[in-house]
């Protein structure tokens, strides 16, 4: 029996040790993070700062979970935090980039992200943000280094990129590398939607719906089996796409507004996106696109 009581007051100094540990709570609230644990993650990460209020790193970490909780305006106040405590932080730097690109705070995201690639240049993950930055910007040739440049440290950095690729090749009006990116890609992965669809659009642009009939029905078919195992706006957003080409104009404009619903990505990518040429005056397009709204 003295052996037992012995047992279970040795776990409960143990346990209340852990509770007075700052760093044992931090890690914990980082594995929690990791595993997708996003409350628990906080409430390990907030009874560490409780213990340790200058905790730099805790912060930084609390900072990255409310901004996987999509609670922008909190991560940035805790990244800033951090880096008032520990300066010229590359990951904290390029997170709060991250998280003021998510709050359209363009300019400052490019600040911070800038910072953070001058302080390590080989950071492929904040160099995917300033290929993002740059688009909207409409500064495609520096995107399109940044893009190389990333793949060349991470090639799975970007996923899809192939197709992502000659996206941005075909902003730049090199159409033929566009597809040239594209088939090699498929050749790779003949089930990568992204990189399909691109190859769809743009042949559909460059030499007309008919000769492109194949590569669209292909891309359609993708799309609908991704759809039975998931509801991904990039995939919804892509089936409009394909509708507006085939000039099916009230489908291609409900995808959009449902994809629009479950993410803001879609915003972006139909601005520039070739399949929505022809409906770009189109006052439901503009409502969608250009208020961010619903109709």
């Avoid at 359209?104 to 943000?129: G, S, T």
Wanted: proline residues 3%; aromatic residues 10%; negative net charge.
């Amino acid at each position: 029996m003295d052996y037992y009581q012995k047992t279970l007051a040795d776990i409960d100094r143990a346990i209340e040790q852990k509770l007075n540990d700052a760093k044992v709570l931090a890690d914990e609230g980082e594995a929690c993070r990791l595993m997708g644990y996003l409350e628990a993650a906080l409430d390990n990460f907030n009874r560490a700062i409780d213990l340790n209020p200058n905790y730099a790193w805790a912060i930084a970490h609390r900072g990255e979970t409310y901004r996987q909780m999509k609670r922008y305006e909190k991560a940035l106040v805790d990244f800033s935090r951090s880096l008032t405590l520990k300066p010229g932080h590359p990951w904290t730097l390029a997170h709060r980039g991250a998280s003021h690109y998510k709050l359209k705070y363009y300019h400052d995201a490019l600040a911070d992200i800038n910072q953070a690639i001058n302080l390590q240049p080989n950071y492929p993950w904040a160099l995917v943000y300033r290929i993002n930055l740059h688009i909207i910007m409409e500064r495609y040739e520096a995107a399109l280094v940044d893009f190389d440049r990333a793949i060349a440290l991470d090639e799975t950095i970007i996923p899809h990129w192939p197709g992502e690729r000659g996206l941005l090749l075909s902003y730049l009006g090199r159409y033929s590398e566009a597809i040239s990116s594209c088939e090699q890609g498929l050749q790779q992965n003949p089930n990568d939607y992204v990189t399909s669809y691109t190859l769809a659009v743009i042949k559909a642009q460059l030499q007309g719906l008919a000769a492109a009939q194949l590569e669209i029905k292909t891309t359609q078919n993708i799309l609908q089996a991704v759809t039975k195992r998931s509801r991904n706006a990039g995939v919804i957003y892509r089936l409009g796409g394909l509708a507006a080409l085939e000039g099916d104009i009230e489908q291609a404009l409900n995808y959009l507004q449902q994809a629009i619903l479950l993410d803001n990505e879609p915003l972006e990518l139909a601005r520039r996106d070739l399949a929505w040429l022809n409906l770009r005056d189109y006052p439901r397009f503009q409502s969608l696109i250009y208020e961010g709204g619903l109709t």
